[in-house]
């Protein structure tokens, strides 16, 4: 049988392995939450703009390498999912992210006193 130091020390290991990683993946939701504010932001200006133009007012479409012609309300509601879609996900992130920062926080060695 190993000693019980060998035992406490390799737990205290794995128990920082799991908080390293689970601080890395707290960090990566900030990011992602970043990331999309931006997008719904841009996708929210880009709209406005659009929506002070005459309704009868072709635009051009960025897909790819190349450019496609649509109307003003296709492209109005593609702004509008794009906006949807990203107020989803940084619901979801943020539900994640608290899920990880309690779990951290749970954490047994980490309301020791110093």
């Known amino acids: 049988m190993a ?3 060998d035992l406490e ?3 205290f290991t794995e128990l920082q392995a799991k908080v390293i990683d689970t601080q890395q993946k707290v960090k990566l939701a900030d990011i992602q939450i970043e990331q999309l504010n ?3 932001k841009h996708a929210h200006l880009t709209d406005t703009e659009i929506m002070a133009l005459v309704d009868e007012t072709n635009m051009y479409e960025g897909v790819g390498r190349m450019f496609i ?3 003003k309300e296709v492209i109005h509601n593609q ?5 949807k879609i990203a107020k989803e996900k940084f619901k979801e992130l943020e539900q994640k992210k608290s899920c990880l920062e309690m779990l951290l926080f749970s954490l047994p060695f980490l309301h020791l006193p110093l």
Request: aromatic share 0%.
């Open 79 to 83: 702004l509008l999912e794009k906006q």
């Open 9 to 11: 020390l390799k737990a």
């Open 38 to 40: 931006r997008t719904k």
């Open 3 to 5: 000693p019980p130091v």
């Open 69 to 71: 012609l649509q109307s």
